[in-house]
């Protein structure tokens, strides 16, 4: 597979080619924005015409035009190709600015080698899949989630969350019915340094389910005891 690895920081950037070409993949790097866009302008090129697929990682601080900026611009060009965005630890804002600009995910760093692996595969193989395209649009029940406006309604009525509350339910409805665990959500919403006795998921949860719930809706996260939560709809 086609990498780009667009990262200003040295280390980072060589121990992704690095890593990334002992698993086979072929590795282009840019250290700035406007070098990382001309890359991944000549990648989609590259792929119309059939050279394989393509997936992009991105860092969100660059210099010359930040990864928010490269991100946003690819979209409005429509740019198909998958964009993982590299944030901070702990940067909700920017991981919510990102999936709004169109990324296709984001993983908080510092990360795990094996985990930034699966999220390549998975990427690579929604592109490669027809309609496999990341929905605009998540919807469980009566529950909208729009992730270009990053906007949640449910029954038709808005409902206002924070950043960490809107990456947590866009967690749990990118698979209603699968059971995610605390240390997942954690991880994936707070970040893998985050200190894993905290009850901070259970807080977070419990904010969002009363937010969710109002007006006398039907709950629709679940609760499965000592193993984590999922978010489906009621049952008829």
């Known amino acids: 597979m086609n990498i780009l ?8 950037a060589d121990f992704l080619q690095r890593g990334l070409r002992a698993e086979g993949h072929a590795v282009r790097v840019a250290r700035d924005g406007p070098g990382g866009l001309a890359l991944a302008r000549d990648a989609a090129r590259e792929q119309r015409e ?12 660059l ?17 198909p190709l ?23 995910d984001y993983l908080p760093k510092p990360f795990d080698f094996d985990e930034l692996l699966a999220r390549i595969d998975a990427l690579a193989r929604r592109a490669r899949t027809p309609g496999g ?16 406006t990053m906007k949640v309604s449910r029954g038709g009525v808005f409902i206002e969350l924070t950043a960490r509350e809107l990456a ?29 006795l905290t009850n901070v998921v259970d807080v977070y949860v419990r904010r969002l389910r009363s937010k ?9 996260i679940r609760t ?3 193993l984590g939560y999922r978010l489906e709809a009621p049952l008829s």
């Open 5 to 12: 690895v667009i990262e200003d920081d040295a280390r980072i």
């Open 50 to 61: 059939g050279h394989g697929p393509c997936v992009v990682l991105l860092d969100v601080m």
């Open 63 to 79: 210099p010359g035009q930040d990864g928010i900026e490269v991100c946003r611009t690819l979209r409005a060009e429509g740019n």
């Open 82 to 104: 998958p964009i993982l965005m590299l944030t901070a630890l702990g940067a909700v804002d920017e991981r919510v600015a990102g999936l709004r600009s169109g990324a296709d």
């Open 133 to 148: 395209e990341r929905p605009a649009r998540l919807v469980v029940d009566d529950l909208v989630f729009d992730r270009d």
């Open 168 to 196: 947590l339910l866009e967690l749990l409805m990118s698979a209603p019915g699968r059971l995610f665990s605390r240390e997942r959500i954690l991880a994936s919403v707070w970040g893998a340094n985050e200190d894993p």
């Open 212 to 220: 969710l719930d109002v007006a006398g809706g039907r709950p629709l």
């Open 224 to 226: 499965q005891r000592g």
